[in-house]
């Protein structure tokens, strides 16, 4: 729909709307003959909207016919000369709607800030200091937080200072501060005023190494954007990137630095702002305000910003003229977005986003995605970093085989070695990490007498118990239940909680290391908002002995004190139905093995399983990535898995299963006739439809039809195409999902 000249003499042009309730919508409207050559794309204009009257609006493009039988009004007014996205931005987004199987208009709603799509761009109040005197004692307190920041906007001054509007305006009526209003630009981290900076740069050799190949790649190589920098847990990544981004800021290109959690972003952007200064560093995640973004987004389409740190959403910011795209901890799956549509992965728009700029894409990590370390090892981009920083060792890892211990060990989930491991390092005065991959006490309640497992009542899987409420939760849609005093199904008394969760281990550490601080982390502590951060701060600081939880621990912790790693069930993440579970699983290990041992002190690892000989976790002991990768990729490729072609996931749900089933039928059906017709058959498979692996959840019944596409951006059209055209019972969805992350 965009064509490649800003200017143009079409007849029509294609505005962005945001209309409540429905977000983003495009319309067509006439541009005026004195409008002709002045128009362009990402322009805010002012178009005549039904009732609503005169609204501000976004040009999108131009097209010479109208879309529909419709009468077209004129655009009124070109608000701002300055564009606010560019013709390739609109591209960028176009493809991500074509890939990812969805219209334009999902996308859109997601990249732009709605706030830029609205009637009018409103003035802010800012607050500026002026004097201490005749403030009491705790005002003067608030006084000096403004005192050190200067100016700045009201509401976020309330927020730094924690105060309220109250005291302020108290303080205006004693002349201590002055509050105007004017239009100011807002960078989330000016309010960190920082002043200390870090120390230039001093890499060790092999890092200089891994340095000098990267930058000479980026200099030669037209798969710039494939480079992979595989160093192992605490092997200082970070400080290659950040010798990367020297450069690329000196040589006045700017910088995208993708994190994968919003945690791990702001505190990547707070050493960003110490290494490079405040001014020129941004960031840009789902939680900043509407305000905040708008702000933001003003100053990099202006070019203001050198340095933007984000997580996945970062890649639709508007960052000007992208010099080095940096995606760190790449094995992650938070970098995609599962729900709701564009169920876009950052890293994949990344690396569009890169040749679109021609620019350098680097990612990290020491558990790559297989498919990363496929591309780099066939583009010859593969840069390793082997030793870690300071000569810290990698920790050994000792495997218990839990099947010797029988079930005297299975009672006690924590097997003696483990046990005196424990002991011995708390003596030493340092600290433990314990890893279960299972949230809630049990994992499942079982009646003894018939087996009947309790299941939630709107999905196909467990419910689980959670000690403390005394209630069996659904880990899937929240449903919760009492505890029955009965088995449901045959009446008998004796139904047992079995496996193990957080809360269970948890109570037998307390159990056992009675004078000992001990806390848990999963997402069952998240609904206390901030509790995460401060847990790990407290576990930083040495206030926590032991820390029980879930792979939210296996994460960005860096504390030197920690020497042991415990991992309860080791094996757990491989038993799943999916062909990522063996990837997963030695990417959890490997990496919070990495939690230990990563300072002056050496450290050790202990994984419990039942299946000792599994290879992913014989290569998770020896720490051995591409002893894994070796296996891993033949399987791969055996089966014609990503990276041998690219998997697009149907899911057909309904509430009435019998609908739900033969919808599923009629697509897969219509689907082979298609591609049959297309001569399509060899590079799309289409497998199914079969049953989900968690048949029901939320109470919708779940099938799904796998594709397995080998024609790359065809496959996708041909897809995105078919679901255009097909409508659905009303009671049926269809939902596509392109790379899931799971086929659960
Ligand atoms: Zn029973
Ligand atoms: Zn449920």
Same mark, same amino acid.
């Given at each position: 729909m965009a064509e490649n000249s800003d200017y143009n003499n079409n007849k029509y042009a294609l505005a962005l709307v945001n209309i409540k309730g429905l977000g983003v919508k495009t319309y067509s409207y006439i541009i005026p003959d004195e409008m002709k050559n002045k128009i362009k794309i990402g322009q805010a204009i002012l178009v005549p909207f039904g009732r609503q009257g005169l609204i501000k609006a976004f040009c999108a493009g131009f097209s010479d016919y109208l879309p529909q039988e419709i009468k077209a009004k004129k655009i009124n007014k070109i608000l701002d000369e300055t564009p606010l996205f560019s013709v390739e931005y609109l591209k960028l987004l176009e493809w991500i709607a074509n890939y990812y199987c969805?219209? =334009?208009?999902?996308?859109?709603?997601?990249?732009?800030?709605?706030?830029?799509?609205?009637k009018e761009s409103k003035k802010e109040l800012s607050v500026e200091f002026i004097t201490f005197d005749n403030a009491s004692k705790r005002q003067?307190?608030? =006084?000096?937080?403004?005192?050190?920041?200067?100016?700045?906007?009201?509401?976020?001054?309330?927020?730094?200072?924690?105060?309220?509007?109250?005291?302020?305006?108290?303080?205006?009526?004693?002349?201590?501060?002055?509050?105007?209003?004017?239009?100011?630009? *807002?960078?989330?981290?000016?309010?960190?005023?920082?002043?200390?900076?870090?120390?230039?740069?001093? =890499?060790?050799?092999?890092?200089?190494?891994?340095?000098?190949?990267i930058k000479k790649q980026i200099k030669n190589s037209k798969s710039k954007n494939n480079i992979l920098l595989h160093g192992v847990t605490a092997s200082g990544k970070t400080e290659v990137y950040f010798k990367l981004i020297d450069d690329t800021i000196k040589s006045g290109k700017n910088v995208l630095f993708l994190a994968p959690e919003i945690a791990l972003a702001s505190q990547l952007s707070k050493r960003l702002a110490k290494k490079f200064g405040t001014s020129d560093v941004a960031i840009w995640h789902s939680s900043i305000s509407e305000g905040e973004r708008y702000d933001v987004w003003q100053k990099l389409y202006k070019n203001e910003i050198k340095i933007l740190a984000g997580?996945?959403?970062?890649?639709?910011?508007?960052?000007?003229?992208?010099?080095?795209?940096?995606?760190?901890?790449?094995?992650?799956?938070?970098?995609?977005?599962?729900?709701?549509?564009?169920r876009y992965d950052a890293r994949t728009v990344a690396r569009k986003l890169a040749e679109f700029h021609d620019c350098a894409l680097v990612s990290g990590s020491a558990t790559p995605d297989i498919s990363s370390y496929y591309r780099a090892i066939n583009t010859n981009s593969l840069f390793e970093l082997k030793h870690r920083y300071n000569n810290a060792k990698i920790p050994p890892v000792t495997v218990i085989n839990m099947q010797e211990y029988g079930r005297a060990a299975y009672k006690n989930l924590i097997s003696v070695p483990l046990q005196t491991e424990i002991k011995k390092t708390l003596d030493n005065g340092k600290q433990v990490i314990i890893l279960i991959n299972r949230r809630g006490f049990s994992t499942f309640t079982q009646c003894q007498s018939c087996g009947h497992v309790i299941e939630c009542p709107n999905c196909a899987i467990p419910m689980i118990w959670h000690a403390k409420?005394? *209630?069996?939760?659904?880990?899937?849609?929240?449903?919760?239940?009492?505890?029955?005093?009965?088995?449901?199904?045959?009446?008998?008394? #004796?139904?047992?909680?079995?496996?193990?969760?957080? %809360?269970?281990?948890?109570?037998?550490? *307390?159990?056992?290391?009675?004078?000992?601080?001990?806390?848990?982390?999963?997402?069952?502590?998240?609904? *206390?908002?901030?509790?995460?951060?401060?847990?790990?701060?407290?576990?930083?600081?040495?206030?926590?002995?032991?820390?029980?939880?879930?792979?939210?621990?296996?994460?960005?912790l860096d504390n030197p004190n920690v020497t042991l790693v415990g991992v309860i069930s080791a094996d757990a993440s491989f038993n799943l139905p999916d062909f990522r579970a063996s990837e997963r699983g030695f990417?959890?290990?490997?990496?919070?093995?990495?939690?230990?041992?990563?300072?002056?002190?050496?450290?050790?690892?202990?994984? %419990?399983?039942?299946?000792?000989?599994?290879?992913?976790?014989?290569?998770?002991?020896?720490?051995?990535?591409?002893?894994?990768?070796?296996?891993?990729?033949? #399987?791969?490729?055996?089966f014609d898995y990503p990276p041998f072609s690219k998997i697009i996931r149907l899911i057909i749900s309904s509430t009435n299963n019998f609908r739900a089933e033969k919808s599923a039928r009629e697509i897969a059906l219509r689907m082979s006739v298609m591609t049959e017709k297309l001569g399509f058959t060899e590079r799309l498979d289409i497998l199914g439809p079969s049953a989900c692996v968690i048949e029901r959840i939320n109470g919708l019944y779940r099938y799904q039809i796998i594709l397995k596409n080998k024609a790359d951006i065809k496959g996708h059209q041909f897809v995105s195409g078919f679901l255009s055209r097909i409508t659905m019972p009303k009671d049926v969805r269809l939902a596509a999902d392109v790379d899931p992350l799971d086929i659960l």
């Open positions: 969805c219209d =334009l208009v999902t996308v859109l709603n997601t990249a732009i800030p709605l706030k830029l799509i609205e003067i307190q608030v =006084l000096e937080i403004l005192k050190k920041s200067g100016k700045m906007p009201l509401i976020f001054f309330e927020k730094y200072a924690k105060t309220t509007r109250n005291t302020v305006k108290k303080l205006e009526k004693l002349g201590c501060l002055r509050i105007t209003e004017e239009e100011l630009y *807002r960078n989330p981290l000016d309010i960190l005023q920082i002043k200390e900076t870090e120390p230039l740069f001093n =890499l060790t050799d092999e890092q200089k190494q891994v340095y000098e190949g997580a996945r959403s970062a890649v639709f910011a508007p960052l000007q003229n992208i010099g080095l795209i940096i995606i760190d901890e790449e094995h992650e799956s938070a970098y995609k977005q599962t729900n709701p549509a564009p409420e005394n *209630r069996l939760k659904c880990h899937y849609c929240n449903h919760i239940s009492i505890f029955p005093d009965f088995c449901p199904q045959c009446g008998s008394d #004796a139904l047992k909680n079995s496996g193990a969760g957080t %809360q269970k281990i948890e109570h037998y550490i *307390r159990e056992l290391f009675p004078q000992h601080r001990i806390e848990r982390i999963d997402s069952d502590i998240l609904t *206390r908002k901030g509790e995460h951060i401060r847990l790990l701060e407290r576990f930083q600081q040495g206030d926590i002995d032991i820390l029980v939880g879930t792979q939210m621990i296996a994460k960005g990417q959890l290990l490997t990496q919070v093995a990495g939690r230990a041992g990563r300072g002056e002190y050496s450290g050790s690892v202990m994984f %419990q399983t039942y299946n000792p000989d599994f290879y992913a976790l014989a290569s998770a002991k020896s720490q051995n990535y591409s002893e894994f990768y070796n296996t891993e990729i033949s #399987a791969r490729e055996e």
